[in-house]
């Protein structure tokens, strides 16, 4: 069930990040080459100790292969603290110039010794529904 939600998923030690993206239409106008996306991110803990995500950085390519690199603390103005088998949910959004790309990165976390270790996001899919990804 949790894979038909997060279509995307990638673990790095004890730490799942899951990633659902979806078009959006009423917020996209494809006439002058801008197209919207938001993806929902489940980041789990599946450790003993918590873990707080301290920073990200986004890897953003659109369909004709021009590529962003997106980097900051925390996610939506947050630095979450994950507890033993917890996890933490977000929303957030991306707009391109072309109708399909790709996202990928990784979050900087935080053990409860103060070592900070990276966590791999999945590579994913924004795509037109109906369309195939782009990879």
Not at 122 to 127: C, K, R, T, V
Request: hydrophobic share 35%; charged share 20%; glycine share 14%.
């Amino acid at each position: 069930m949790i894979g038909q939600i997060f279509p995307y998923a990638e673990t790095t030690g004890s730490i799942t990040v899951r990633v659902a993206p979806h078009y959006l239409p009423d917020q996209s106008d494809p006439e002058r080459g801008y197209f919207v996306w938001a993806y929902h991110v489940r980041v789990e803990n599946g450790g003993t100790a918590s873990v707080r995500l301290m920073a990200r950085r986004w890897l953003i390519t659109d369909g004709d292969g021009r590529t962003e690199q997106v980097e900051g603390d925390g996610v939506v103005g947050v630095q979450p603290l994950i507890g033993p088998g917890g996890a933490y949910d977000y929303v957030s959004g991306c707009p391109l110039a072309t109708a399909s790309g790709r996202m990928e990165g990784r979050y900087v976390m935080m053990g409860e010794d103060g070592g900070r270790f990276p966590v791999t996001i999945p590579a994913f899919a924004l795509e037109l529904p109906g369309r195939k990804p782009v990879h």
